[in-house]
Nanobody, 121 residues
């Protein structure tokens, strides 16, 4: 069973940076697309970024130019580098893995348990 474990969340001031990590328990990264989603209480899950198994990246409009998804297949880890953070980036961030990742987050095979990011204004 593949497990995804996120880390790196925390409290940061607006304008600051954080790097989230998602470590996979099995050698899946080479064959899977990896994604990041986020969710705040009372709101639907929101797509943030993803990198396909072919290396193609995509970002939501709200984070484009500020966030970068980086995959390290050797370490079996995917990162989300977050810069110029805003209060509205506050959320629980989830890592996801599947052969194909839809922006809706539907039918994704593996999810992490999430890591909380809080941006103070």
């Amino acid at each position: 069973q593949v497990q995804l474990v996120e880390s790196g969340g925390g409290l940061v001031q607006a304008g600051g940076s954080l790097r989230l990590s998602c470590a996979a328990s099995g050698p899946i990264l080479s064959w899977y697309s990896m994604g990041w989603f986020r969710q705040t209480p009372g709101k639907e899950r929101e797509f943030v970024a993803h990198e396909s198994w072919t290396g193609i990246t995509s970002y939501s409009d709200s984070v484009k130019g500020r966030f970068t998804i980086v995959r390290d297949n050797f370490k079996n880890t995917v990162y989300l580098e977050m810069n110029q953070l805003k209060a509205e980036d506050t959320a629980v961030y989830y890592c996801a893995a599947d052969r194909v990742i839809q922006r809706t987050g539907d039918d994704i095979e593996y999810w992490g348990k999430g890591t909380l990011v809080t941006v103070s204004s």
